[in-house]
Structures are given as structure tokens and as C-alpha cells.
Nanobody
Framework: QVQLVESGGGLVQAGGSLRLSCKAS????????LGWYRQAPGKQRELVVS???????DWADSVKGRFTVSRDNAKNTLYLQMNSLTPEDTALYYC??????????????WGQGTQVTVSS
């Protein structure tokens, strides 16, 4: 079974940094996109960054230039480096993988989320 597990969240002061990790287990086939989403209290879940199979990377305007995304294929791990954090970055951060299984069924896998809280 596919499982995504996020880690690295915590409490930081404004201006600080955090590095989130997403470790994948199980067999994941035909990936179309992978990335990070977040959901703040009382708000809808929103895109942070998405990397498409074609190699393009889409960033939320609010984090572009402050965050970077990378991956370690050997460790099946996706990272999100977050710098210059502000209270507006406070949210539950989710790892996500989208694609198709060999039988043609689409999938949309999510982790359980890791909490990021930025104090002022």
C-alpha cells in the first residue's frame, strides 16, 4: 500500500526556517505530479508547489522565492525548504502525489500532514 509520511514541522519565529520531508513507501506508478499543499485554520487547502512529470514547477505566489523544493530519489523523499517564514505560512502541510495506476485508474495520494506554526 502506498503511504506518504510528512515530518519536519514545528514552531518557529517569523523569519526562521524549516525543512519538511515527505517519505513515500509502497509502489507508486505513472506519476503526473508531486508536491506540497497547505491548509490554514478556516481556509481552503491551497497549492504550495507542484512538480509536473514534464519538469515544470508551479509555486504559490505567496511563497515563491522563499521556499525551495527538492527530492532524493534513492530515499523516495521529497523536501520543502521554507525560509523567511511569516505567520501567514502557519498551516498544516500535506505531501501529494498524483498519477495513474497500471490499470488506468487515477490516484491522488496524500500524507497525514505536518503542522507548521510561525509566531510573530
Amino acid at each position: 500500500q502506498v503511504q506518504l509520511v510528512e515530518s519536519g514541522g514545528g514552531l518557529v519565529q517569523a523569519g526562521g526556517s524549516l525543512r519538511l520531508s515527505c517519505k513515500a513507501s509502497g509502489s507508486i506508478f505513472n506519476i503526473n505530479a508531486l508536491g506540497w499543499y497547505r491548509q490554514a485554520p478556516g481556509k481552503q487547502r491551497e497549492l504550495v508547489v507542484s512538480i509536473s512529470v514534464g519538469g515544470s514547477t508551479d509555486w504559490a505566489d505567496s511563497v515563491k522565492g522563499r521556499f525551495t523544493v527538492s527530492r532524493d530519489n534513492a530515499k523516495n523523499t521529497l523536501y520543502l525548504q521554507m525560509n523567511s517564514l511569516t505567520p501567514e505560512d502557519t498551516a498544516l502541510y500535506y505531501c501529494n502525489v498524483k498519477g495513474w495506476n497500471p490499470n488506468g485508474a487515477r490516484y491522488d495520494y496524500w500524507g497525514q500532514g505536518t503542522q507548521v506554526t510561525v509566531s510573530s
